[in-house]
């Protein structure tokens, strides 16, 4: 009986090493299945199964395996690793894109330090789902990773200060501060094959720079991410407006600025010739750098229109024909009627007749300008007086 038992307990444990034995082997192959590519991806890549996910196939043919995504299953991945690819790294992936939709459409209403907090929280986010598909190693995920890495990198660069550092680096490029290092490089060509190639050639210079006066995370964005900067800032978009014309907007910032300041110091009042003709200057450079813009869709087209309406009214205000009328405004002017009998009835002061005196009596006003003012205000008289009756609405 002892005997009996003796060899039905080695059965047992026989039986209990193998099975032991089989689940040990089973976890080491889910393992090598699902970690090992990640650190070891061309080993792996030799023996894998692979194919153009590009090529045409027979969706009805059942042999093929597809993935939920509708690719064939990639032999690098295997089942095991397209449920980690589905878990860890796709639906974070989606989460990430409702976060920054959520973001974007809350954003006017945000203070400035809740912008930061929510942005920090978003960008990571996104950044480590994209860092789950890299990391994978097997084509389906790299696929994946390259419908959606754009995504956060757009995010961080719209809403992060890195186009604050730009501005400030287009500036140093101008000023020439950087000598030994902004003036080797064409970073503000209109040409993208040579902004690209100044970018690449001048990446310690934009680098250092940016450890200098801009934020230490654009500094670690920059350092981390470069290629992928490169890529978007340097390239014109394929599609709609992306951050390459973002950022080559960014270089009208400092013509902008100057045209506001020049607005608002013409606001306070006692406005001279002089200050029409600088503020329309600011204005012109402002344009012509709106019109040397590869692609100027990052500027709203309420801006350019405003602006460009805007320009003309100064350019119209500094003009010799508006001065003149102005003074003769001022001054009440009241010409000879003996000599003028066609300006009985008008004063210059009185608005309630303008339309009336530069249309009916236009010739009239004319001759009493040219006489007071000098031939000057001559210069494009039919185009200031088309204009000053399109401004009264006459």
Known sequence: MWQFCKILMYIILTFLGLLGLTFALCVAYVTCVVFL???????????????????????????IKLSKWGLRYDGECGKVRMIFLDMDCMGPAEKCQK????????????????????????????????????????????YQYKLFYKIPHNFYMNYSKLPSCMIKFYDAVRDGSLENCTSSYDFLSKDPFTKNRAYSSGKFCLLSFARQYCHPLVFGYLGNYYDVFLELATIPSQENCGIFETFESLECQRSIEIFEKSVKFLKNGNQTQTDYADVGQACDQMQYCFGNLTNSCAISSELQVKTKEYCEKMHFFASPFWQCLEQLKHENF???????????????????????????????????????CGRDILDGYEDSRKYLLEMWDC
């Open 99 to 142: 976060k920054i939709g959520e973001f974007q459409k809350g954003y006017k209403k945000m203070k400035q330090n809740e912008k930061e907090e929510k942005f920090a929280n978003v960008s990571h986010y996104c950044f480590e789902a994209a860092a789950c598909m890299r990391g994978m190693a097997c084509k389906e995920a790299t």
């Open 334 to 372: 009241q010409p000879d009627f003996l000599k003028y009998p066609c300006f009985i009835s008008h004063q210059f002061n009185d608005d309630s007749q303008a339309c009336r005196r530069m249309t009916d009596s236009a010739d009239c006003v004319k001759e009493i300008m040219v006489e007071q």
């Open 37 to 63: 590519p990640t650190y070891f991806p061309t080993p792996i890549h030799k023996f894998s199964r692979t194919w153009d996910i590009e090529t045409a196939m027979d969706l009805n043919d059942p042999n």
